[in-house]
């Protein structure tokens, strides 16, 4: 039997996309169904390396964990990774195809719809089910010509669409119903329902709500879905999440949220820990004095976020800490911006040139046109604990500190320690996902671990967040809306 598929899109952005798909495929999965995830175009800096040599949207991995399957560039075949405000570096099928600004974007959007469906024709081959989650919201019409991410994609593959609107940012009716008032009757004709995301409080007072939006559409409802105060245990994309609990324990770990921030779910298994306190720092607020830990995290755009960084007055807040006696670890771009130098004098990461650096580290970082891209098994010099990553970066760092290094992956060095220890960089994203690995890591800084089995929080996650759904939503009426792929 050929498979079936069927696309959640909302009525804007981050109305909780991501986290239906990835609950539907995990209820998917438990039925005994083999289901993939798809995402014609995302727009994100925090990306996932694939087992086929590429990268995807960290949504996707995240829903790919959620079907039990490994990560593909199929999953996410066209990804935008913003370099600025107005440009962005363009990732299809997994691998660098240039870099487009934004005025120019709409007019190459046409030419990887090809792309687009080639990948979702070859996922749908590997299962039964593929749950499509569409970008941003159908209700931008300016957007429409040649759109791939919502109902140019739906009408090219022939998939239904099940529209979710966001109640906790208020007006869903009009939400909803304006978006039907506003799309083309033919993209309106595609979809089969909507459901109601984010509800806090007793749910039967939406009871008019609800019957107005299904008598004004003529949709089908399949539910409201109550807040899922879980949500904050997985991986998330969107920097808007950023501000999300941790626990309150002693040891304060610090993380400057750049404008650029990437691969920022590294932090994620330390958040989980009880005797971590994160604490993510937006813009315009100075670091922390009681900080025992600043990490600087990856960026999309290392000078840029360095400029950013000193704008900031951070760079400030860091040599203070550090005069203090306090710890600095860097992750990839974080780490190229603790030595002296970060010379792009061809322009690889952004516009020409080459900025000094914090000096925290005795390296110095120069782009390169090579982009490593690969999963890494790494062994932590310190404690000798395996540490099963990823690397995902432009740049090459040399110096005298890169003779301690941080980690050694093949025998090879990665990263760099200051004499004494105090400042750490490494290239290596997801280390703190290994359980052994990130106990001995919080050991050597003096912290216990509380033995947060952390693959398998993420997984008992996504499994009480199908329930959540199962309870809520009626999803076997929502997966029965799936039509079959090439019809």
């Known amino acids: 039997m050929p498979a079936s598929a069927l696309m959640i899109q909302g009525t804007g952005s981050n109305v909780g996309k991501s986290m239906l798909v990835a609950g539907l495929c995990r209820a998917a999965l438990r039925r005994g169904i083999s289901v993939a995830p798809f995402k014609p175009q995302n727009m994100s800096n925090n990306a996932a390396v ?16 959620a079907c039990g399957r490994a990560f593909s560039v199929h999953m996410n075949p066209v990804l935008l990774k913003p370099e600025s405000d107005t440009g962005s570096q363009v990732i299809v099928q997994g691998q660098m195809r240039g870099r487009l600004n934004a005025r120019d974007f709409g007019g190459a959007r046409e030419s990887l719809l090809a792309p687009v469906l080639e990948s979702f024709t070859i996922l749908s081959k590997t299962a039964d089910l593929i749950i499509v989650e569409g970008a941003g919201s159908p209700a931008e019409t300016n957007l429409r010509h040649g ?17 979710a609107g966001d109640i906790d940012r208020g007006g869903v009716i009009a939400q909803i119903v304006g978006t039907q008032a506003v799309i083309d009757p033919e993209d309106a004709a595609m979809i089969a329902g909507f459901l109601i ?9 939406f009871d008019d709500g609800y019957e107005e939006i299904m008598r004004r ?3 089908a409802g399949f539910g409201v879905l109550p807040w899922f105060n879980a949500a904050h245990r997985l991986p998330s994309e969107d920097a808007v999440d950023l501000a999300r609990p941790s626990m309150t324990g002693d040891f304060h770990i610090v993380c400057p949220m750049l404008s650029r921030i990437a691969n920022f779910d590294d932090l994620d298994p ?20 009681d900080a025992d830990l600043i990490i600087l995290p990856g960026t999309k755009s290392t000078r840029g976020d360095l400029a950013f960084l000193r704008a900031q007055g951070w760079d400030v807040d860091l040599h203070a800490h550090v005069r203090r006696g306090g710890k600095v670890l860097g992750i990839c771009g974080g780490y190229q911006m603790l030595g002296h130098i970060v010379d792009d004098s061809g322009g690889l990461d952004g516009a020409m040139g080459r ?3 914090l000096g925290f580290l005795n390296v110095e970082t120069r782009m390169a046109s090579d982009k490593t891209l690969t999963k890494v ?3 932590h010099c310190a404690s000798g604990a395996q540490i099963d990553g990823y690397e995902i970066h432009i740049g090459q760092t040399v110096g005298p500190d890169c003779k301690r290094p941080f980690a050694t992956i093949n025998s090879i060095a990665d990263g760099a320690h200051s004499r004494g220890g105090q400042i750490t960089g490494t290239y290596l994203h997801g280390l703190f996902t290994n359980d052994t690995f990130r106990a001995a890591w919080l050991k050597n800084m003096g912290v216990s671990s509380g033995g947060t089995a952390y693959s398998q929080l993420v997984e008992d996650t996504l499994d009480q967040l199908a329930d959540h759904m199962e309870e809520h ?4 009426a929502m997966l029965a809306c799936a039509a079959p792929v090439g019809k």
Do not use: C, H, Y
């Open 355 to 357: 900025d000094r650096g």
């Open 270 to 289: 330390l958040a989980a820990e009880p005797s971590v306190r994160l604490s993510m720092i937006p813009p315009g607020t100075p670091l922390p004095a």
């Open 217 to 219: 559409t003529g949709w």
């Open 377 to 379: 098994t790494a062994v």
């Open 473 to 476: 939503l009626d999803v076997s």
């Open 197 to 205: 995301n984010k509800f806090r409080g007793e749910v039967r007072l």
């Open 147 to 163: 759109d791939i991410a919502n109902m140019g994609f739906a009408r090219a593959a022939g998939v239904p669409v099940i529209l």
């Open 50 to 65: 694939t087992d086929d040599g590429g990268e995807i949207g960290r949504a996707q991995a995240l829903q790919a964990i």
